[in-house]
């Protein structure tokens, strides 16, 4: 049986909490009485620095029932560093947690089979949504075109797969390892490898309140995403400078031959040369210079380089 543990970001959702928990608590008391998880499993809210009663609310569902636990962070740090918290506290205190919002958008009803993937070896299972239909045409279409560019830059994502996901304690273990303080979650957890799979969904209304996700935040999440796991974009300011100087020296004939035909004016040949010349150049030095602080960058995030999956010791 698993020792399941459902973490679950919260930030100002005292609309949602009340009812969110219930629904909570009373899936995972079903499945306790079917046996598929352990008495001890537990739901675990993470109060990402909320301005509102959201705290004390966990603080009286932690008092009613021990089914109930809550994690504080000092200040709102933002829903993928509070939901890093959750997985790293809790990655050792049980065999697989499930990453929900609050708002349960997500189905809690794919739990079972999260679980049951999970049991017949799948180290991940992802939450993946069969449609968009409950999202407003702008957000469906430039959230498709945006996994389009993260799949084009080389970032393994899985496709309309946000958070909501269950990881086994040893991916959990694996994912602690990278240490990058620029995170996009959904991004990096494809690299820690092991068996995974996908159980569908379709994702419904916010239950109540206001989606803690405004524009700003949403527009700062995607550029994360790609900054974070691709270095593509500085490559391609290089190329460009490359171009352009290529360009210089096609115009530098140009310009020559105009100059000897004798059809400029004096020092307009050698202006309009060192314009296109200096401009290339500096751009092109600019490239490699991005491409270094690039490899400094990856350098700097010390993700580990390899990840071992059996170890056959003297025990087995
Ligand atoms: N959230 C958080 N910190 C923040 C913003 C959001 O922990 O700074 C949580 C929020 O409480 C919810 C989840 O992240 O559990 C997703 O937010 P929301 O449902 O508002 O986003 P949307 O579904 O609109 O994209
Ligand atoms: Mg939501």
């Keep these: 049986m698993t020792k399941l543990y459902i973490a679950v970001p919260c930030y100002n959702e005292e609309e949602v909490l009340p009812d969110s928990s219930q629904k909570l608590l009373s899936k995972l008391n079903e ?9 001890d499993s537990r739901i675990v809210l993470i109060d990402d620095g909320s301005k509102d009663k959201t705290w004390s609310i966990i603080e009286s569902l932690h008092k009613g029932n ?58 991940v299972v992802y939450g993946v949504r069969s449609k968009r239909e409950t999202d407003t045409f702008f957000k469906r279409f430039t959230a498709e075109a945006y996994y389009k560019i993260l799949d084009k830059l080389g970032a393994k994502i899985i496709f309309n797969h946000a958070d909501f996901r269950l990881m086994s304690a040893r991916a959990l273990e694996a994912f602690s390892q990278f240490k990058e303080v620029n995170l996009f979650l959904r991004g990096i957890v494809p690299m820690v490898g092991y068996k995974s799979d996908i159980v569908t969904y379709e994702r419904s209304e916010r239950l109540l309140g206001e989606s803690k996700y405004p524009l700003k935040k949403m527009l700062a999440l995607a ?11 500085i490559k391609l300011i290089s190329r460009i400078g490359m171009v352009i100087f290529l360009v210089s020296i096609v115009m530098l004939i140009y310009f020559l031959v105009r100059f000897f035909m004798g059809a400029t004016v004096d020092g307009w040949a050698s202006l309009a040369v060192s314009i296109w010349a200096i401009g290339g150049l500096q751009l092109l030095a600019i490239g490699v210079i991005g491409e270094y602080i ?9 993700r580990p380089r390899y990840i071992v999956e059996t170890y056959l010791d003297d025990n087995n």
């Design 31 to 39: 499945m306790i009485a079917q046996g598929k998880i352990t008495d």
């Design 294 to 302: 690039g490899k400094i960058y990856l350098e700097t995030k010390a």
């Design 223 to 233: 550029f994360e995403g790609i900054t974070s796991l691709s270095t593509k974009p």
């Design 66 to 123: 021990e089914m109930f636990q809550g994690i504080k962070l000092s200040r709102n740090r933002g829903h993928q560093n509070a939901l890093l918290c959750g997985l790293m506290t809790l990655k050792d205190k049980c065999d697989a947690v499930i990453s929900i919002d609050a708002d349960l958008q997500d189905d809690i009803n794919v739990f079972d089979e999260m679980v049951e993937k999970y049991e017949s070896g799948c180290d």
